[in-house]
């Protein structure tokens, strides 16, 4: 067990509201990533963290903005929902051993969005 | 840059039945490879994973996949699958030694098996 909550789990939502979904660990994992999941597409990288304030842009950026001011939390935001952006949200944190990289992402168990 | 490939959407196999899961990838750099899967209504898990050395690497479930860099294969296998198998299965690749940014995954096989 990785460690990894996400919530909410489940949201419905209306264009152009604003929508915030939380990643949070217990691992004190340095590496932290936002994924989305779309059928025909895999997953897709949205966001990821290297470090507390320290963000990056991943493949699908357009429309969304993280934040990261402590280790544990890593919150995704849609500023301004559109049905485009109903899909699953993965978290997912890459795992490490005695400060080394183990080559594996660890996964939350997702937060399902439908903008309406 | 790297591409996957899953060249089936889907794969319907009975019970004790072997399966093999296809993944083909474009890259031109070495790459690390992984397999991840995906039971209904969870995140995903790994596998296995290639990064180097044998070609043959073996993963949790009786699940392995063999590294073939002349054919850029890095195909899945289980010789008898049961039914807790079902899931969807994803291919994933990325150059060595860049964390996961550039980690890319195939659009995902999903194994159904029946009795």
């Known amino acids: 067990d990785a460690g990894i909550t996400q919530s909410p789990r489940h949201k419905v939502t209306e264009t152009g509201t604003p929508v915030t979904l939380r990643c949070h660990q217990t691992e004190n994992h340095r590496y932290m990533y936002w994924y989305r999941q779309d059928p025909g597409h895999g997953l897709r990288l949205i966001h990821y963290s290297y470090g507390v304030k320290d963000t990056d842009k991943g493949e699908v950026s357009d429309g969304y903005s993280v934040s990261r001011s402590k280790t544990e939390d890593f919150l995704l935001t849609l500023e301004s929902a559109t049905s485009s952006q109903t899909s699953v949200y993965f978290c997912?944190?890459?795992?490490?051993?005695?400060?080394?990289?183990?080559?594996?992402?660890?996964f939350g168990e997702g937060s399902r969005l439908t903008v309406l | 840059a790297q591409s996957v490939t899953q060249l089936d959407s889907q794969v319907p196999v009975f019970e004790e039945a072997p399966v093999e899961l296809r993944c083909n990838y474009s890259s031109s750099v070495s790459v690390y490879l992984f397999w991840y899967v995906q039971y209904p209504n969870q995140g995903l898990q790994l596998l296995l994973k290639?990064?180097?050395?044998?070609?043959l690497v073996k993963g949790i479930n009786g699940f392995e996949a063999e590294f073939n860099k002349s054919q850029t294969s890095f195909h899945l296998r289980k010789p008898s699958v049961h039914i807790s198998d079902t899931a969807e299965y994803f291919c994933?690749?990325?150059?060595?030694?860049?964390?996961?940014?550039?980690?890319?995954f195939g659009t995902g096989t999903r194994l159904l098996v029946s009795p």
């Open positions: 997912a944190i890459a795992g490490t051993s005695g400060g080394a990289g183990t080559g594996e992402l660890f």
């Open positions: 290639y990064l180097s050395g044998s070609t």
């Open positions: 994933a690749v990325s150059p060595p030694n860049t964390g996961f940014q550039k980690l890319v």
